[in-house]
């Protein structure tokens, strides 16, 4: 069974390396290893830029400690779904190997493990939900000052147009804003809290919520209009007032 330890999920994979810090920018028509340099323009990656500040790392680090319970009843399930399936994998490797093994019975067994895996996946996904909103909420605080520290660090290099660094094949350092962004963000916001408000959601599913809501809210607005259309008697206009 392939259940990954909660706590070590946690760091994998967070933290993304942010390119090296940008040289200062030079004057249009000035020429460097790469080029001549168009002045008023840079490349920035902003995912890179949030998980690599210091609120994102410091929080990302706190999140283990302040949630270790939920961290430990996680893998503590793993290790029990993990015991259970173990005689019954074994069981099952035995019997496929027993001449005239009976296909049906194999079929049968092979489904009550995916059975019982899936089930341990979804309770264990079930137990780690408060990390995981945790960590959207660590995100959403520094994505919303990500666009003042991106203005804030344009208007310092004076750059006017910023490309997505992702979209971008090559180019040279000189255009590369990442740093300059950072060093904007870590002075706007610092920290970020670990323990959303209660109630919480991140904001895709806050947005799906509202979208839903106002879906409702415009079929509810519709329904009333057509008892009056119905009312009308067809082929006969309404009498003006004289």
Do not use: C, H
């Amino acid at each position: 069974m392939k259940l990954a330890s909660t706590s070590a999920a946690l760091a994998a994979g967070l933290i993304l390396s942010v390119a090296p810090q940008a040289q200062a920018q030079t004057a249009a028509g000035q020429t460097t290893p790469g080029g001549i340099v168009a002045s008023g323009i840079a490349i920035a990656n902003q995912p890179a830029i949030v998980q690599n500040s210091n609120a994102f790392k410091t929080a990302i680090g706190q999140i283990p400690g302040a949630y270790k319970a939920q961290i430990d009843q996680a893998n503590t399930r793993k290790a029990q779904i993990t015991a259970q399936l173990k005689p019954l994998y074994e069981k099952l490797d035995a019997d496929s190997k027993a001449p005239n093994a009976n296909r049906t019975a194999l079929q049968q067994q092979y489904a009550q493990i995916q059975e019982i895996e899936q089930a341990g996946e979804r309770e264990i996904q079930g137990l780690v939900e408060p990390i995981n909103v945790a960590q959207q909420f660590v995100l959403e605080q520094i994505q919303d000052k990500l666009d003042q520290a991106m203005g804030q660090a344009m208007a310092k290099r004076k750059v006017t147009v910023v490309i997505d660094a992702q979209s971008v094949l090559k180019a040279d350092q000189v255009y590369n804003l990442n740093q300059d962004v950072l060093t904007e963000l870590n002075a706007i916001i610092p920290s970020a809290a670990i323990v959303p408000p209660a109630g919480w959601l991140p904001r895709a599913q806050r947005e799906a919520q509202a979208k839903q809501a106002a879906a409702a809210a415009a079929q509810g607005g519709a329904a009333p209009a057509a008892p009056a259309a119905a009312a009308a008697k067809p082929g006969k206009k309404p009498v003006e007032g004289r």
